[in-house]
């Protein structure tokens, strides 16, 4: 079994990586639905949902057998060993919320990769290799280069102060803007066309211009004029697009309200 990351793919082409979160539907079905609807990479959210360590790794197994990228994001401060458990559940790369500083981003590259690069235990039959027996040095030389994807949420006023020591580090690899909390820690929640907001994001992107890391941007659904600033001017190449939750709601929404006109009461 190759491993094929599709956002190193996406970005090494100059194209966009773009991410289906799933947050709500257990059911791996989904997964082809993202597929079919053109998206490259899965978000699967354990921080801000009830999904379990093994309704990620079913979603991440079937992913991995129909060429989309799974990431897992996983709680604050959930601690090594289940980190370990996602990563060892089929995950190709692991989103970290609020990282404050480069110690927090030397903690997730070290639990993500195998020695020397980092520090996580070996196992076997991993499903990113299809369950097979696999050779120690082929699982840690494949694994460390195409799926240990480091994703580091920056979303505090910590993390922007520091996002150039963050970005220097070895290892990581997505710098993902948490547009929500970052907003609130700025002072100015859901103004994403604010002073604050906005010169946070052109920081954010300067340093990962710098140390050619890849600009994200999380959070911001449904906002064309800002989803064009951050991919066409600030250089953003992974975007989480939306989440089940939110293409159910708004679908739904949209529906119900179709009906509602065309009934003549």
């Known amino acids: ?26 059911n791996p079905a989904v997964v082809q639905l993202a597929k079919n609807g053109g998206f490259d990479a899965l978000f699967v959210d354990l921080e801000h949902s009830t999904l379990s360590v093994n309704d990620a790794s079913q979603i991440c197994t079937v992913a991995l057998q129909i060429g989309i990228t799974p990431f897992v994001r996983v709680p604050y401060q959930c601690g090594n060993g289940f980190v370990q458990r996602v990563l060892d559940g089929g995950a190709m ?65 910590d993390s922007i102060e520091n996002v150039d020591d963050i970005a220097a580090v070895d290892g990581v690899d997505v710098l993902l803007i948490g547009s929500n909390d970052l907003a609130i820690e700025l002072g100015v929640p859901g103004q994403f066309q604010s002073t604050e ?46 989440q089940d939750s939110g293409l159910i709601a708004s679908a739904g929404k949209k529906c119900a309200d179709a009906l509602s006109q065309i009934y003549k009461q």
Not at 1 to 7: D, G
Not at 209 to 217: A, C, E, P, T, V
Request: glycine share 8%; hydrophobic share 40%.
């Open 197 to 242: 907001f906005r010169t946070a994001l052109e920081k954010v992107s300067q340093s990962c211009h710098k140390h050619r890391k890849i600009f994200g941007l999380a959070g911001i659904y449904d906002a064309p004029d800002i989803q064009n600033w951050a991919l066409n001017t600030l250089g953003a190449r992974f975007i989480l697009a939306q």
């Open 93 to 157: 790369g692991v989103v970290f919320p609020h990282i404050h500083n480069k110690r927090d981003a030397e903690a997730a590259v070290g639990i993500s990769k195998y020695p020397p690069q980092g520090f996580r235990s070996m196992t076997g039959q991993l499903p990113v290799f299809g369950l097979e027996p696999t050779p120690a040095k082929r699982i840690i030389e494949e694994t460390n280069a195409h799926a240990s994807t480091v994703l580091l949420m920056i979303e505090t006023k």
């Open 1 to 26: 079994m190759t491993l094929s990351n599709t956002l190193y793919k996406k970005v090494a082409q100059e194209g966009l990586c773009k991410a289906f979160g799933i947050r709500l539907v257990t």
